[in-house]
């Protein structure tokens, strides 16, 4: 089974300090993905990675930024937190096979709170 | 621009029945569509998946249809348990890598 884990389930934080979200998987997937989910909103794409060193932007990447130095590691930076970033944050990693590519698998999420 | 909605917030059925969650697409280039089911403080859970050149996909007490010419598709989820509570996700996959989500709907299975 693919595991997804991310370093906190609770977390909080206040205005403007710098906050670290941390994912591993152990699947030795090429993807990997953060989202955020807020009520009435779904899934947004914050960023995601189909490579070590390589990014690319996802829907929502404003006030966000990620480092990808290892195949099974994915952090999300949240350079100067905001209250507007209180929110559910899921990372998710995918197979770089043509066949699977498109099967996300998700970790438990950090509800994360900024006061 | 909602490439895909999920028009329902919200379903009840009772235990035993059919469950129909439905979503609509506007994205002719989603190669994949995937269902996820997601409980409350935790991950989604990948369900099922059907490719765009397909028009069922079964797997258990779950199957998707998939109407191309209306961009529409549907989870079925015969019977409905209580365990199916959750809030379900329908997702389009392109081309970049990259999952676009509906809303979601809440489905509530009653004993």
């Known amino acids: 089974d693919v595991k997804v884990t991310q370093s906190s389930r609770y977390l909080v934080k206040r205005t403007g300090e710098k906050v670290f979200l941390e994912c591993v998987q152990d699947?030795?997937?090429?993807?990997m993905f953060w989202y955020r989910q807020d009520p009435g909103l779904g899934l947004r794409l914050i960023y995601f990675?189909?490579?070590?060193?390589?990014?690319e932007k996802g829907d929502i990447p404003e006030g966000y930024s990620v480092s990808r130095e290892k195949k099974e590691r994915f952090s999300l930076i949240l350079e100067s937190a905001s209250t507007n970033q209180t929110s559910m944050y899921l990372c998710?990693?995918?197979?770089?096979?043509?066949?699977?590519?498109?099967?996300?698998?998700f970790g438990p999420g950090t509800r994360l709170t900024v006061t | 621009d909602q490439q895909v909605k999920q028009n329902s917030p919200s379903l009840s059925v009772q235990e035993g029945r059919i469950s129909i969650l439905n979503c609509d697409y506007t994205?002719?280039?989603?190669?994949?569509f995937l269902w996820y089911k997601k409980y409350p403080a935790e991950g989604p859970t990948f369900l099922i998946s059907i490719s765009s050149i397909k028009d069922k996909n079964e797997d258990g007490r779950f199957t998707v249809f998939l109407n191309k010419s209306a961009k529409h598709l549907s989870l079925h989820i015969v019977p409905s348990q209580p365990g199916d509570s959750a809030v379900y996700f329908c997702?389009?996959?392109?081309?970049?890598?990259?999952?676009?989500f509906g809303k979601g709907t809440l489905l509530t299975v009653n004993p």
């Open positions: 997702a389009g996959f392109g081309s970049n890598y990259k999952l676009t």
């Open positions: 699947m030795d997937h090429e993807n």
């Open positions: 998710a990693s995918s197979s770089g096979a043509r066949a699977s590519v498109h099967e996300q698998y």
């Open positions: 990675s189909y490579d070590v060193k390589m990014k």
């Open positions: 994205n002719s280039m989603f190669d994949y």
